[in-house]
Antibody, heavy 118, light 114 residues
Framework: EVLLVESGGGLVQPGGSLRLSCAAS????????MSWVRQAPGKGLEWVSY????????HYADSVKGRFTVSRDNAKNSLYLQMNSLKDEDTAVYYC???????????WGQGTLVTVSS | DVVMTQSPLSLPVTLGQAASISCRSS???????????LNWFHQRPGQSPRRLIY???NRDSGVPDRFSGSGSGTDFTLKISRVEAEDVGVYYC???????????FGPGTKVDIK
């Protein structure tokens, strides 16, 4: 069974930093691309970042480019999102999602809440 | 950027009746490889999203056959033939991988029971 478990969320002041982690199990992590998707309170879904299995391809949404960095450690079956210069509008539940074969997300974690507030 | 729109944004339905959600993109989603990567997700209250349909019309494993997807180019539809109580929640369409945003979600359609 595919399992994705996010951690690292919490309360942070504007301008601060936070590092999210996603522990993957139940599949061969290294061959799958992964993404981070977020959802602001009461709002819709927004794709944040993508990383290929080998880390050779990395992409970001314009809203986080230059502030967020995605990475992965295939030996640890883990995905990360380093978030710097956080803004109020970054407040959201952050999901890690496994990229399926069809430019989609076939598995999702339960999410971790990031609150940016003074 | 590709902009995804959905209608209606709110859909009250009667149990056992059919429901239909429209998803439109600002440009054709036909990709250079000949495929169209339009997906549908369902998010129940308090839960993570779940993939329902991929590549326009392919149901995910375990998705009841009362769900069907169709469309091409810029116009797509998700249909529920007979709504059940477990179908409540928000439905999102999503496109990939048309640049500059690799993935773009629609705003979501909230389905609830009348």
């Amino acid at each position: 069974e595919v399992l994705l478990v996010e951690s690292g969320g919490g309360l942070v002041q504007p301008g601060g930093s936070l590092r999210l982690s996603c522990a993957a199990s139940g599949f061969t992590f290294s061959i799958y691309s992964m993404s981070w998707v977020r959802q602001a309170p009461g709002k819709g879904l927004e794709w944040v970042s993508y990383i290929s299995g080998s880390s050779g391809a990395i992409h970001y949404a314009d809203s986080v480019k230059g502030r967020f960095t995605v990475s992965r450690d295939n030996a640890k079956n883990s995905l990360y999102l380093q978030m710097n210069s956080l803004k109020d509008e970054d407040t959201a539940v952050y999901y890690c999602a496994r990229d399926g074969l069809y430019w989609d997300f076939d598995s999702w974690g339960q999410g971790t809440l990031v609150t940016v507030s003074s | 950027d590709v902009v995804m729109t959905q209608s209606p944004l709110s859909l009250p339905v009667t149990l056992g009746q059919a429901a239909s959600i429209s998803c439109r993109s600002s440009q054709s989603l036909l990709y250079s490889d000949g495929n169209t990567y339009l997906n549908w997700f369902h998010q129940r209250p308090g839960q993570s999203p779940r993939r329902l349909i991929y590549q326009v019309s392919n149901r995910d494993s375990g998705v009841p056959d009362r769900f069907s997807g169709s469309g091409s180019g810029t116009d797509f539809t998700l249909k529920i033939s007979r709504v059940e109580a477990e179908d409540v929640g928000v439905y999102y369409c999503m496109q990939g991988p048309h640049w500059p945003s690799l993935f773009t979600f629609g705003p979501g359609t909230k389905v609830d029971i009348k």
